[in-house]
């Protein structure tokens, strides 16, 4: 090699050498900066999440979001630093400031850039205006008189699930999958309940409109963690992290809601007022924001409402007491399946405290949802404008300092005056504030009805070889449950 080409060679090595070490200065440089000049640095938690996105994006994909949460929080204190920007709560002040009702010349907590959706949705959409516009037209799908309207749906799906336990079960002699059954009766019931028709669910004995919600949810997540990560590490981490069959099966939910809303736009006014009647008849929502809402309708009013059902059968056959007191409670009330109503099952006491400890312990959502700070005094601690803020539900779930034996399932805790030292404050299943979850008496109403008409009707036997189900389950946004194998033994002839 000639004396010039050795030079060429060694200034082409020099250079990359230099180019090497200076993007090495400047990601060190950035990293102390984060770990200890910015303004975050002075709040506790992983030393990883403080510099990199990649460690929340980690946490996501463990399936154990909630639990390595409500550790931190017992190790770092009630604000741990989870991103370079990002803070996680676990105090009811914190809750309340974070998505509680602003008051007159405070600026708002708006939904993260996490959130953002190409369709005007009401569960993602960053706007207040829009959102309030969109919440104030669904409101009336989900008033009282609505929901009373339509209660008559419910019953004809609690009705067909009792008889198809009968069947599958062979009269108490089979197990069959609690998991499974709850998630067919809340999907059929909300396809008629919003679109004026089932998807199939309970009379087909299928599941797949009921799998492939996990699919859409994970997949969604994972594009919307993809875009803190560029946009060529962003594809190869999709690529990597979801199977083909994964993404056809988002996009198959896409298609299976747009469908639904699709046939009942061109159906019009039915005889009966379904939720998708009273968007029409207000009128106010363009035919992008009505097939947006579609495929929230369906999951917002499945999924969650079967997550708490499941939870609930587990920690009642996981303590024999409390289910034979609700079990008496009911059978007392009722003479026959007829007498059980939503208004009726609303007067046992018990019933109430069974679910309200069921969505302690076993909350459907069991993760922080994201608010971008406006710069505002949270529990007591100034945070900066940009910062992302969350509070962990379930971390304060547990939290002994809000509960009495907050391991145990009490459902005592809700109606009695033994538990004066639980602060309720730290009980927040379906949010509050604006943002609030807009179905939540629906999902009571359906919990009491199906719960009141399942045990009058059948004696349950758990047939399960999962000691703890609970901490089998993944928290992907909402929860992957494993089978809950359960014997129903009929008590009258279904």
């Not at 594009?223 to 962003?234: D, T």
């Not at 509070?391 to 779930?397: I, S």
């Not at 703890?468 to 008590?491: E, G, M, Q, T, Y």
Request: hydrophobic share 40%; with cysteine.
């Amino acid at each position: 090699m000639s004396p010039i080409n050795q030079v060429k060679t060694l200034s082409l090595s020099s250079v990359g050498l230099l180019g090497l070490t200076t993007i090495m200065i400047y990601l060190l440089a950035k990293c102390a900066h984060l770990l200890f000049f910015h303004p975050l640095a002075k709040y506790p938690g992983p030393r990883l999440a403080a510099v990199t996105q990649i460690w929340q994006i980690w946490l996501a994909f463990t399936g154990r979001q909630c639990f390595i949460m409500t550790d931190l929080h017992r190790k770092y204190g009630d604000v741990v630093r989870v991103g370079p920007n990002s803070l996680s709560f676990s105090t009811p002040q914190s809750y309340r400031d974070i998505y509680g009702h602003v008051t007159h010349g405070k600026k708002r907590f708006l939904k993260a850039k996490w959130y953002e959706a190409d369709e005007p949705r009401i569960v993602r959409v960053r706007d207040p205006v829009v959102h309030t516009e969109q919440r104030r037209t669904l409101s009336h799908a989900f008033s009282a008189r609505a929901l009373r309207d339509q209660e008559d749906v419910f019953h004809r799906y609690v009705d067909l699930l009792l008889k198809q336990l009968d069947t599958l079960g062979a009269g108490g002699t089979v197990a069959v999958n609690a998991t499974e059954i709850w998630n067919w009766l809340t999907f059929d019931a909300i396809g008629d309940l919003a679109f004026g028709e089932p998807f199939g669910c309970l009379s087909g004995g299928s599941s797949h409109e009921v799998s492939i919600n996990f699919d859409y949810l994970m997949y969604s997540a994972g594009r919307r963690a993809a875009r803190n990560l560029g946009p060529v590490v962003g594809g190869l981490f999709l690529r990597w992290c979801f199977t083909k069959r994964m993404i056809e099966n988002h996009d198959e939910h896409i298609r299976l809601g747009k469908d639904k809303a699709r046939r009942r736009i061109e159906r019009g006014r039915l005889g009966r007022h379904d939720f998708f009647d009273h968007l029409i008849k207000n009128g106010s929502l363009t035919e992008d924001a009505l097939m947006g809402n579609a495929d929230t309708l369906i999951i917002a009013g499945s999924e969650t409402t079967a997550t708490a059902l499941s939870g609930l059968t587990w920690y009642l056959l996981n303590n024999p007491s409390c289910l034979a007191q609700l079990t008496d409670e009911i059978r007392g009330a009722f003479s026959s399946l007829d007498d059980i109503t939503g208004d009726s099952t609303a007067e046992l006491p018990y019933l109430h405290g069974c679910i309200e400890e069921g969505l302690r312990v076993f909350p459907p959502l069991a993760f922080g949802l994201p608010r971008d700070c406006p710069g505002a005094v949270i529990d007591g601690h100034f945070i900066p404008e940009g910062t992302v803020v969350a509070n962990e539900n379930y971390a304060m779930a547990f939290d002994p300092r809000y509960w009495v034996d907050p391991t145990s399932f009490r459902p005592e805790r809700w109606i009695g005056e033994g538990f004066a030292g639980d602060d309720k404050r730290a009980f927040q299943p379906f949010s509050c504030g604006p943002r609030g979850c807009l179905g939540i008496n629906l999902a009571y109403l359906e919990m009491r009805i199906s719960l009141a008409k399942l045990l009058w009707a059948f004696d349950l036997e758990s047939d399960t070889d999962i000691e703890d189900w609970n901490s089998a389950c993944k928290n992907h946004i909402l929860w992957k449950k494993p089978d809950l194998n359960v014997k129903f033994h009929p008590r009258v002839a279904i």
